[in-house]
């Protein structure tokens, strides 16, 4: 463990945590401070024959089996993003007692919707189809993300087919928790985003919103009160609306002091008195499983 890192005041490391992650190191920065001693880590398992079709697994230090699995997926406008990049979330879960696999998934521009939404499927089953080698009940398994990820999370969820491609189907979910996600956002602006969804050839029914139903499994939807990314309202709060009315059980916040990025980094070791993202996770997965 870094003990440097460790050292640093929160509140000035957070402070210049904005900064740090627009740098190439920025996730170094936070991987860090991870702990060493509170989980197990399997690296590089293949859930489909795509280079970018790897996950890892994090189990926690001390499992005695048939805990709940979450499997996670990062942000990054569907461009971007390494799995590595977030052994700070999947330490996190570990130490709460989750078992958490970590996914990448194909990109853009060289693929387009819906295959990240694809990739995500296949992840979770192969997050079913092999839980219980890592200690995890299949009965147990949730889908998570963060921004982008989110996305993936609540398409997966919400939108059956996906699952059903595989095999599965939401209902076998436990719940899904979205961070910051987009889930209305049509017409697309960001130029990123336009060639991820190849708009203006966008189909309407790519919006995790219009897939809200009674069917759909428990929620927890975090995101930051003030959002300059994502829009908080037209997203995290229309879907916990859209849930609750279809008498779905939805925990959902808008938190201040956070922003679209540290809103999931605060979820590192360093960083978990700035927002209660993984108390809430952790409360969430426990009620739910």
């Not at 060493?36 to 499992?63: C, F, I, M």
């Not at 819906?114 to 009965?139: I, L, T």
């Not at 491609?165 to 209305?184: C, E, N």
Request: hydrophobic fraction near 45%; include cysteine; aromatic fraction near 10%.
């Amino acid at each position: 463990m870094n003990t440097k890192a460790r050292t640093l005041p929160r509140r000035s490391f957070f402070a210049m945590l904005p900064a740090l992650l627009t740098a190439c190191s920025g996730a170094d920065v936070l991987n860090a401070t991870v702990p060493s001693d509170t989980y197990r880590l399997t690296e590089a398992l293949a859930y489909g024959p795509d280079a970018r079709q790897l996950l890892d697994v994090y189990q926690p230090g001390d499992n005695p089996g048939n805990a709940p699995m979450v499997v996670f997926f990062y942000g990054g406008s569907w461009s971007s993003g390494e799995r590595g990049d977030y052994r700070f979330v999947g330490e996190a879960l570990a130490s709460q007692g989750m078992v958490a696999v970590l996914a990448d998934y194909r990109l853009s521009p060289a693929y387009r919707y819906p295959a990240f939404v694809q990739d995500s499927a296949s992840a979770v089953r192969w997050a079913f189809d092999h839980a219980a080698e890592f200690g995890a009940d299949s009965r147990r398994i949730f889908v998570m993300g963060h921004s982008a990820g989110a996305y993936n999370a609540a398409m997966v969820a919400l939108d059956a087919r996906w699952l059903a491609a595989v095999g599965l189907s939401p209902a076998r979910l436990a719940g899904w928790i979205g961070l910051a996600g987009p889930y209305d956002f049509l017409p697309i602006g960001d130029p990123q985003t336009r060639v991820a969804f190849s708009w203006p050839d966008t189909p309407p029914d790519s919006q995790p919103l219009r897939h809200a139903s009674a069917a759909s499994p428990p929620a927890l939807l975090l995101a930051p009160l003030r959002d300059s990314v994502v829009n908080p309202q037209r997203s995290t709060a229309a879907m916990a609306q859209r849930l609750r009315a279809s008498g779905v059980r939805v925990e959902s916040d808008l938190l201040d002091g956070v922003s679209h990025v540290t809103l999931v980094a605060s979820m590192a070791w360093v960083l978990r008195s700035r927002a209660p993202v993984l108390q809430r996770v952790a409360g969430f997965v426990q009620s739910s499983g």
